[in-house]
């Protein structure tokens, strides 16, 4: 592409998102197999306070060699951090994908279907923060914003960590235990969390997000990540 010539939605999907773990059983989209290639890391953001240490969390995965992050978030999510700040660090790297990208990228048969492009591309997934609201979706099979789309269509040996994030009696609800255990026993999701602190309305219990440097460590230990030499 020349320079000063603008990037249309459908090049930048080509760009961003290439086949990772998630095409795997596609007939015609055979993904080339990791280490060979970068870790594709999708972090999904529903809609909590917590959604603040997105940047964090993607700051520091980037610390590391052959790892690539792209987030998803919902629209209640965008209002808890710089969506254009974030992708603005990275010079293009890193996208910040949501709704009206879904509809943007997709104007008739043969164009890219955003959702399943991320399927494709995600070989792990950090639902981070994941809200009460979001939770009961997912449960539900319901597909109603770019977030919920993609985990549904997402082939179940894409493994999937999930991190609650909501207050105390929104975690204490009997229909959250019910909800956590289908997510657990029937989509295999691994759950973390939440723990006990004083939380953004002022309660002090259990309820907020696992810490993200924990998040961050999850993924390096998983996949045996390493440092990159060029950074402090």
Known sequence: MDSGETETLVQTIARLLPNGLGARGDEERNPVVFPNRNLHVLLALSGSVACIKAPLIVRELLQHEQVDVQVVATK????????????QEYGGRVRVWTDADEWAGWNGIGDPVLHIELRRWADVVLVAPCSANTLAKITHGICDNILTCFLRALPTFVPVH??????????SHPLTAKQLAVVRDELGYKVHGPIGKKLACGDIGIGAMTEWTDIVQLVVAEYGLKRRTDTQ
Do not use: G, I, Q, V
Not at 80 to 87: H, I
Not at 163 to 168: L, Q, R, W
């Open 76 to 87: 209640s999510a965008t209002h808890f951090f710089d969506r254009n700040a974030l992708e």
């Open 162 to 171: 999930l991190f609650p994030a909501m207050n105390t009696h929104m975690y």
